[in-house]
């Protein structure tokens, strides 16, 4: 065991440095782009950290995980287009209306199993989505543009990318510390356990299905704090990020990062964003190889990334 | 008389819906099978077509072929990628089938190109027929037409043939119906290959009325899984029903709402609403369907 | 769609430091390359391209470098390509833009970054007003004005009753308000139709047909105008009911909108017959590289080189000098395929609208033709609520 925590444990060693001293390098070399980039992979690696609660240890595949991050996002967005720029407003609205959304969805969906549930989760995102669409005031399918990001009576000036970029970096140690308490805590062996036999859990005398309501809950906060920094990172909202293919994109992050695991969102997140800027500079065509490469990692390597370096310690 | 007119076009749009719906509730109700990929066979249906009656000039016999080459394209799919998913997890379908579709877009791109391709009407479907004092474009009436003809046709084979027999065993009782020596192996790709080829029509008939483009089928796929929830996994007779009733919703709402909300909002704001809500109102119906009879409204009995 | 160079793939290895001495221009250009109105990109870009060989693909004795990025007509996916283009391309100049709502999404990176954004087709309306900026230009029209102007037409025509058709985006809401601030005869109908991906129009055919309009007005810009072409036909409803175009027949939809689009007028601003010299030497020479003519969206692009190479040549090259750059731009210095222009205080054009029509030409080809001149010199409305002043 010790022989794997220590190539695992090196392994995101690395990768955290390289995030925390990220900002140095890009200072030193004058490139505004790649800082961006990364910004926008730690944001979503908030996302797929809060997914990959409810879908890695709970079972739960909700194919609708994407409209949180619409839902911060808007949230953010339509505040400030009615002149209420200040961040102490904007994010508590956002979590709160990510809440009772999840509460909603969690509450009618988790009643039900199997391809039933990715449905209605899916089903759920769309009609989000479709709400924004109609939501003619804030621009429809056009999208909206956000002329300030939130204010926070100067403790940070979300506006300057290295304190912005610091900022979503420490809410992502923080939502993987958090987890990690989380998931070792009686709440999450509950959880993992629910997945793997409901049955018994209820059983034993857990009422499993209001903790599992509560992951969901949390799970969807979660994201809607990732949508609020997306809006802010952009700079503008639009229904584009709710399509289903959005929440698509994020159960890919979670699996090949490695489902289950604490830093296989974060792996996915990389992966899946520098694979794209990359591999599009090398050929137009890398989707290609992506397609099939996930239809591969299901049937073989369902580990992911994490459960490939899990496997170095044998060498 | 607009009514009517707008009940066609809901009925012409419903069952498109039903030839891509029943192929893949067909799929997931004998191979419990959950194929996202099953738009990218639609856009390939479209893509043949538009294809193959450029290369023969003959609009009938470039369908044809087209038809011929989709189904072809499913057996291939479901003997190469497809069969090592079965049993696994609807997950696993999910995310493996969504690799599909990548792979299928990009396909698309490097062979066809980005720009999408045309697929012109030849000329004597190109004009308006007189039905019961309506004007309505001859094409359209031979979609419904040829919808209906395969309707029937899908009935016929699964009621009254051997292999829809084996269809039905197969998606009442698997284990039970490869125990009793049906060849399950055939049977699926058989399956499959129907699915796709009834997907590769519903691509090539909307073609020169509608798109040829790379992701056409993304946006259609999650309509046909709602109308396959609604209509029951595993059944013909409930896609049939759900693909029309969504299409007849999705239309009048299309048609009705703009002019019923215009009353309380501006022009474009009444049109944009009225648009997602009628969008909406589909997802609503399949949310109140699982909530009243979560089987959908025709479950397939055994499963 | 970017031509794949090793320079560029170095960059992002070795992450290029902030531009330092000037020895070429960098332009970026974010326009549509895939998609069905992938079409009307490359017709944007050749015609780009042509200018810049007519300049001998130098401006102001630096050399040209063009970055094309491709928009997939969606917001979302310009903004990015726009950053993309600034942040990591470090361009001078960025133009392209079809579409009105890529454009607005778009706009607000390029103003933060102090980059000149030069429109090549989309002109909404708040960016001529209260969202107007020094940093943009436009080599187009405002949308509402080219519809301002069949709005004329359809006076003259003495049309009584009109049926109003078009996509529900930015563009489309500025070009059916544009009609309605100039037609003074009666608006019996309006739809909106979702944009892009709505192309089977018959449920609108069927309640304009029902309302029984003298005309009916339509913005339909490319795929959708060949579909709408196409289906307006099947309903029966050519030759019954008159139709008037604006951006709906051109010179990439004419091959395949052929006979449907005879005896329909558009308005525009620039037809491929303007008698001035620039605008002879643009057709003739794209028509011999190309093998067909251009289309009004590449004489936009190929004014917006021009009008670019203008301010470079009048900086000599030194593009740190923003405001000179700026101030040569307004002036319009440079031959326009339009004929001249100026500019008005949001930097949109001030210019004429002219009525085309469809003719088959000797061989059997589809073309345009200018048949009159509706208005002379005309400004967009919003330059009011524009607060630049200069």
């Known amino acids: ?315 | 008389m607009l009514l009517l007119e707008q009940c066609l076009n809901g009925l012409q749009f419903g069952l498109l819906l039903f030839l891509l719906a029943a192929g893949l509730t067909l799929v997931f109700g004998i191979m419990d099978l959950v194929n996202l990929a099953h738009g990218s066979l639609y856009m390939m249906g479209a893509y043949f077509a538009a294809t193959f009656v450029a290369w023969t000039g003959s609009f009938f016999a470039g369908a044809l072929l087209a038809l011929a080459a989709t189904l072809l394209l499913g057996v291939v799919l479901e003997m190469i990628a497809l069969r090592p998913l079965y049993g696994r997890d609807h997950l696993d379908h999910v995310l493996g089938t969504f690799g599909l579709i990548l792979f299928f877009n990009e396909l698309v791109r490097l062979v066809w190109g980005p720009a999408g391709l045309s697929l012109p009407l030849p000329p004597a479907l190109n004009a308006a027929i007189d039905v019961f004092g309506i004007y309505y474009p001859a094409y359209r009436l031979l979609i419904i037409l040829v919808s209906l003809v395969v309707a029937l046709f899908l009935y016929l084979l699964v009621m009254k043939t051997r292999l829809g027999m084996l269809i039905r065993a197969g998606a009442s009782n698997r284990d039970m119906a490869g125990a009793l020596g049906v060849d399950i192996k055939l049977l699926f790709t058989l399956v499959f290959g129907l699915g796709a080829a009834l997907a590769g029509l519903a691509g090539l008939m909307q073609a020169p009325i509608l798109t040829v483009q790379i992701g056409m089928g993304e946006n259609i796929l999650i309509l046909a899984f709602v109308v396959i929830v609604i209509g029951g996994i595993g059944s013909i007779r409930g896609a049939l029903v759900a693909a029309i009733f969504v299409g007849l919703v999705d239309t009048l709402g299309r048609a009705f709402l703009p002019d019923l909300l215009r009353l309380v909002l501006s022009v474009s704001a009444a049109s944009t609403v009225a648009r997602a809500m009628s969008s909406m109102l589909i997802y609503l119906l399949m949310a109140i369907v699982l909530a009243i009879r979560p089987q959908g409204l025709f479950p397939v009995v055994g499963r | 769609m970017k031509k794949a160079s090793l320079a560029a793939v170095a960059a992002l290895a070795f992450a290029a430091g902030p531009a330092m001495a000037q020895n070429s221009v960098k332009i970026g250009f974010v326009d549509t390359f895939s998609g069905p109105t992938a079409v009307i990109g490359n017709d944007m870009r050749n015609s780009f391209e042509l200018a810049l060989d007519h300049l001998g693909r130098k401006m102001g004795g630096l050399s040209v470098e063009v970055i094309y990025e491709d928009d997939q007509q969606k917001p979302e996916v310009g903004k990015q390509k726009t950053e993309k283009v600034i942040q990591s391309d470090h361009v001078n100049f960025i133009t392209g833009y079809i579409w009105s709502n890529v454009l607005l999404a778009s706009l607000k990176p390029a103003v933060d970054s102090q980059t000149f954004l030069i429109s090549a087709n989309a002109g909404p309306s708040r960016i001529a007003g209260d969202l107007c900026s020094p940093f943009f230009f436009s080599t187009s029209w405002q949308n509402d004005q080219t519809p301002h102007a069949m709005g004329i037409y359809l006076n003259q025509k003495d049309v009584k009753t009109l049926y109003l058709l078009g996509p529900n985006y930015a563009a489309g809401k500025d070009m059916l308000a544009g009609v309605q601030a100039t037609y003074r005869g009666r608006i019996i109908g309006e739809d909106f139709t979702k944009w892009p991906d709505q192309l089977d129009f018959s449920a609108e055919l069927s309640k304009a047909r029902a309302a029984k309009p003298e005309a009916i007005f339509v913005f339909y810009p490319g795929a959708a105008g060949v579909q709408f072409l196409g289906q307006y036909a099947q309903a029966g409803l050519k030759g019954q009911i008159p139709l008037y175009t604006v951006f709906t027949i051109d010179e990439t939809t004419l091959p395949l909108q052929k006979d449907l689009a005879l005896g329909v007028p558009g308005a525009q601003e620039w037809v491929n017959d303007l008698p001035n010299p620039a605008n002879q030497k643009f057709v003739a020479d794209f028509r011999a590289k190309y093998g067909h003519g251009p289309s009004f969206y590449g004489a936009q692009a190929y004014d917006a080189a021009n009008l670019i190479n203008s301010a470079v040549v009048a900086v000599k090259g030194d593009l740190t000098q923003k405001d000179a750059i700026r101030d040569e731009m307004r002036r319009a210095n440079y031959a326009s395929v339009r004929g001249p222009y100026k500019y008005g205080n949001n930097h949109f054009p001030i210019q004429n609208f002219y009525l085309q029509e469809t003719v088959k030409n000797a061989d059997g080809t589809f073309g345009l033709k200018t048949v009159a001149t509706i208005l002379k010199d005309s400004q967009d409305v919003f330059h009011a609520t524009c607060p630049m002043k200069w």
């Open chain 1, 1 to 315: 065991m010790k022989a794997a925590l220590d190539a695992r444990t090196l392994f995101v060693a690395i990768v955290v440095a390289g995030l925390l001293l990220l900002p140095v390098y890009t200072g030193a070399r004058g490139d505004q782009f790649v800082l961006t980039l990364f910004t926008r992979i730690v944001i979503l690696a908030i996302a797929a950290t809060s997914l990959n609660l409810i879908l890695g240890y709970g079972g739960m595949v909700s194919f609708g995980h994407a409209a949180y991050l619409g839902i911060g996002a808007y949230a953010v967005g339509i505040l400030a287009e009615e002149g209420i720029g200040s961040g102490f407003v904007q994010l508590p609205f956002a979590l709160a209306l990510s809440a009772l959304f999840a509460l909603i969805v969690g509450a009618l969906s988790l009643r039900t199993r199997g391809v039933y549930f990715i449905m209605i989760t899916l089903a759920f995102a769309q009609m989000v989505y479709y709400v924004a669409a109609g939501l003619d005031r804030y621009g429809g399918d056009d999208g909206l543009t956000i002329y300030a990001r939130s204010g926070f009576a100067g403790l940070i000036n979300l506006s300057n990318p290295t304190q912005f970029y610091y900022l979503c970096l420490a809410l992502l140690l923080a939502s993987i510390a958090f987890m990690w308490r989380l998931i070792n805590s009686r709440f999450g062996m509950v959880i993992c356990g629910s997945r793997s036999n409901d049955r018994r859990m209820q059983a034993i005398g857990f009422p499993t299905f209001r903790y599992r309501l509560a992951a969901f809950v949390i799970a969807g906060v979660w994201c809607g704090l990732a949508g609020a920094l997306l809006a802010n990172h952009t700079d503008f909202v639009s229904p584009a990020m709710m399509y289903w293919t959005r929440s698509g994109d994020l159960i890919v992050m979670v699996v090949f990062g490695g489902m289950g695991s604490l830093f296989g969102p974060l792996f996915g997140a990389i992966s899946l964003l520098v694979l794209e800027e990359g591999l599009s500079r090398v050929t137009e065509y890398w989707q290609i190889i992506l397609g099939p490469l996930l239809l591969l990692i299901v049937l073989f390597a369902r580990g992911g990334i994490d459960g490939l370096i899990g496997r170095l310690r044998r060498g």
